[in-house]
């Protein structure tokens, strides 16, 4: 039986426009969603936004970008669910002593590691660093799996992740 290419032309590729969140508690916009209210995160389909909290059946707190909102889970897919309240105490004990927590682990120490800007980054609040293709930044904290916080001439603020490269050799 002949296959009908035209087939395959109608099947939707969805493509992660923030693919910098690859762990952790997650999900990816099916739909654009413009948020009403000013708690209400906006994003676009294929954006990928770090799931927070569930807010009753129907809703969930999420961040995208920096930015931090509810949004309506009928408008998003699920990549990786919220841990059990049993996991969430494990994940918030401390450390045991002597072991770094894992937010730290990447800047340890006076070792202060450095990135490479791949893109210009204008952000879009005050505490965010602005910086422009081929800067080098001094990273001094990981904040999450998604934005990090560092220093470019003089100025310090946080930015993501997915702008930059890091560099290997410490300082």
């Known amino acids: 039986m002949p296959t009908d290419d035209s087939q395959e032309s109608n099947v939707k590729k969805v493509t992660f426009k923030s693919a ?56 998003v897919e699920i990549v990786e669910d919220l841990p059990t309240s049993e996991q969430q105490a494990a994940l918030n004990s401390p450390p045991p002593p002597g072991e770094a927590s894992p937010a730290n682990q990447q800047v340890s120490g006076n070792k202060r590691r450095k990135a490479k800007a791949l893109y210009d980054f204008v952000g879009e609040n005050k505490n965010e660093l602005n910086f422009k293709v081929g800067d080098m930044i001094t990273i001094f904290e990981t904040i999450d799996a998604d934005w990090l916080k560092g220093e470019l001439q003089g100025k310090e603020g946080i930015f993501p992740r997915n702008f930059v490269q890091i560099l290997q050799d410490p300082l």
């Open 20 to 75: 910098s969140l690859a762990r952790g508690p997650r999900c990816v916009a099916r739909f654009d969603f413009e948020g009403d209210q000013a708690d209400e995160l906006t994003f676009y389909e294929g954006d990928v936004i770090a799931l927070k909290q569930y807010m009753g059946e129907e809703w969930a707190r999420g961040q995208l970008k920096g930015r931090s909102g509810i949004f309506p889970l009928n408008f």
